[in-house]
Every structure is written in structure tokens, then in C-alpha cells.
């Protein structure tokens, strides 16, 4: 019943921009923390950005702050990544995932904390 679904992935030559989509249904968008990891290839899952629930306040890694930013449509039920100034360093599988309650403070840091997690959307940055 729950689902959050990414979409927005893709290959970009570095320099450019993509913005990637999760789609969320069977719960409150509003109701839940929404993180952005990433996962390159042979290297662990991370933190990229995520943004809290009633007051939507957001986190980024500091390899990405300045260049993404995370938003929600909480009307729509989707929370945005945008991405710009790609590097190739950004190649990744891209997940968002969800949860009501993260006991260690950071948002960033929990990926074993969050509770719902989509399938992720490649991106490639190359050229």
C-alpha cells in the first residue's frame, strides 16, 4: 500500500542538471522525513539531502550543498532533487525513502533508520 517511486534519472554530460521525482502514496506526505541517498558504483549507500516533516526543513551533504535542492509538493504528494552543476563524482543509483521518527537527530546519517524505501533511478554523469 505504501510506495515512493523515483523517477528523473538519466546521463548528463557534467555541468548540466537533471531533477528527480518521488512519488509517494498510501501515506501523508507531510507525515513522514523524506531522504535522498545515493549509492555509486562498488561504494556504500549515503546521505544526500533530506527534508523534515511539519515544517519541511532540509539537510544537504556537504558534497552537494549549492549545487541541489530539495523541495515537496505535499498537494501532489512528491518531493523534488534538483540537481545542478552535475560532476561525475555525483554517478550514482539515486533512492528516496521515508520515515516517521529518526532517533539519532540527523537525517543524513540513518539510512539504516528510514523505514520505506523506492527502487531507485540510475544517474550517469559522463562525457
Known amino acids: 500500500q505504501l510506495q515512493l517511486v523515483e523517477s528523473g534519472g538519466g546521463l548528463v554530460q557534467p555541468g548540466g542538471s537533471l531533477r528527480l521525482s518521488c512519488a509517494v502514496s498510501g501515506f501523508t506526505l507531510g507525515d513522514y522525513i523524506i531522504g535522498w541517498f545515493r549509492q555509486p558504483p562498488g561504494k556504500e549507500r549515503e546521505g544526500v539531502s533530506c527534508i523534515t516533516r511539519t515544517l519541511g526543513s532540509t539537510a544537504y551533504a556537504d558534497s552537494v550543498t549549492g549545487r541541489f535542492t530539495i523541495s515537496r509538493d505535499i498537494a501532489k504528494n512528491i518531493v523534488y532533487l534538483q540537481m545542478n552543476s552535475l560532476k561525475p563524482e555525483d554517478t550514482a543509483v539515486y533512492y528516496c525513502?521515508?520515515?516517521?521518527?529518526?532517533?539519532?537527530?540527523?537525517?543524513?546519517?540513518?539510512?539504516?533508520?528510514?523505514?520505506?524505501w523506492g527502487q531507485g533511478t540510475q544517474v550517469t554523469v559522463s562525457s
Open positions: 525513502a521515508a520515515a516517521r521518527f529518526l532517533p539519532l537527530g540527523s537525517c543524513l546519517s540513518q539510512v539504516n533508520n528510514y523505514d520505506y
